[in-house]
């Protein structure tokens, strides 16, 4: 969907208008972005096409001001991806292959300048150092690397705060993201005793009311969202990832669907309580029985499963994976 049709006002903004001078306008205007209904999901562009990705949970829940400070920053990414197509896609998925390495992430040549770009914007606007020093830390990073990046932001404790500086922007926080029926893409599953046993009588009942919302992210996942029950689903690892994982996935997402009906047993967005989430951990440990069962390996599920780096810090992550009962290779 169109950029403007959620973000207004950025046009009018000089740290963007600073970004793409005289072109601000067609730029904005042409601009799109895609919803990605994860509630783990912030923002991000697309090294394909340049284009925005906006987590539908983020842009509901999170401050104004990070919101605000997030679209300044991926702009700047845009003017990057517009500049040097090919260096922008070369040096975004250095720290991505990596399952986001933060030490990568902190020291990237995209990512400095344009943190410095919305570390300024937030200095405009009034935010304090602290606060900015907390918007900037992204998961577990290395205390030194990130002193260092600290550095780079020319971010003090003793800087001096300026007034709050009024935003004027709209953000469109209802935006929503088109969802399709399960059954439309994912055949069979009513009719798999890994299914009957968790929903039983109600088994096609269930299925016939899931659905799936379609993501061009380029990680390889399928994902179950617990804000609103529907799976979200990467179109290019639909397309061509392994049929044994994609299974896998397909079971835990149900797995966590019957766990998280009723919202009772789901977790928060704190990372810490999404990997000792006892819901989540029984539903995991069902897809890897599940995933031994039709062949995978277990050192091509850890492999799989590395993705979760992102959202846990080490240790967290560590004894999750003894947790669901694999081992990670030292």
Known sequence: MPFTQVFKGFEGIQAVRRVFG???????????????????????VNDLDGNLAVGTHHLKHSDFKILYLDIVHELFHVGQFMRDKEWFGKEHQKYLKTGFDTSLYYRSPIEIPAHKHAVDEAKRIGMAHDDIAEYLRIGPVDPKVFVEFLKAMELRPDMATAPAAEVPVNIDRRASVPVFPFTDYFIGFEKLPASKALFGEKTEDVLADLKV????????FISFNEEDGNLEVGMRYLEEGDERLIYMDIILCLNLLKRFSGRENA??????????????????????AEARRVGISDSKILRHLNALNFIMPPPVFEKFIWNIGLRKKR
């Open 22 to 44: 005289a072109d601000t306008e067609e730029v904005i205007g042409r601009l799109q972005i895609r919803l990605i209904p994860s509630r783990y999901m912030y923002m991000g």
């Open 213 to 220: 919302a379609f993501s061009p992210s380029t990680f390889g």
């Open 267 to 288: 977790p928060d967005t704190d990372p810490q309580s999404f990997g000792e989430n006892q819901a989540v951990v029984e539903s995991y440990k069902v897809a890897v």
